[in-house]
């Protein structure tokens, strides 16, 4: 209960810049974000993943040209979330453009926050994207830098989201994502994270490829 009352309460005192809190419309706000991540399939992508990102946002917020943007992107950077969607960013991305124009935020702001969460497509940065998208993507890997026991558990509760697919064809598909990750010279793209989190993510992702080639899941 404590993880969902904070992502509430940091929620309603972002859009009470722009709206009455008590409005129906606030309350619907959070309502669908809220309907969106508890939803039965997400053993990772739910609250407790907007909770650990909250407290790694804090770290940075300080650093950031738009902390607002970045934390609304936060909120909605996984708001549809299928395994068998290759649309999902983009979904996303569309409905924080809907939700930000209401609350009447300039559309260069929402260009940023529907930049931000386009990005978690590849994790790679564009020829001129915002210098947010750099903390913001960090942000979003930081569980890589958990300690083994928390990525153990962060790993399998990625492989239950993919219960639908056999462990041969997660297999092929998780291995192909972390390659895409450790093949980078680094995997994070600010000082601050490279600096907290670089080394231990590089392992724990190691591990779990290794894991695989022995035919077992850590």
């Known amino acids: 209960m404590k993880i969902q009352e904070e992502c509430k309460s940091r929620f309603e005192s972002l859009i009470a810049n722009f709206i009455d ?14 309907t969106r991540y508890s939803e039965p399939q997400r053993t990772y992508h739910n609250l407790n993943h907007l909770y650990q990102m909250l407290g790694e946002y804090d770290l940075v917020s300080k650093e950031l040209k738009d902390p607002e943007i970045t934390l609304f992107a936060l909120y909605y950077h996984d708001l549809i979330y299928d395994v068998t969607s290759k649309t ?35 994790h790679r940065l564009g020829d001129r994207c915002h210098p947010d998208t750099s903390y913001f993507l960090d942000i979003d890997i930081s569980i890589l830098g958990s300690e083994e026991t928390k990525y153990y558990e962060y790993a399998n509760n990625i492989r239950k989201e993919y219960s639908i697919f056999s462990d041969a064809d997660y297999q092929t598909g998780r291995v192909q994502v972390l390659h895409h990750f450790i093949e980078n010279i680094r995997l994070f793209h600010t000082d601050i994270f490279f600096d907290r989190y670089e080394m231990r993510s590089r392992h724990n992702v190691k591990l779990e490829i290794h894991s695989f080639l022995k035919g077992e899941l850590i």
């Open 21 to 34: 809190t008590n409005s129906y419309f606030a309350n619907s706000l959070w309502e669908e974000i809220e």
């Open 88 to 122: 999902n960013e983009d979904e996303s991305a569309n409905i924080a453009k809907e939700r930000l124009s209401v609350l009447k935020i300039e559309n260069e702001r929402i260009k940023t926050c529907m930049e931000h969460i386009l990005a978690t497509k590849s």
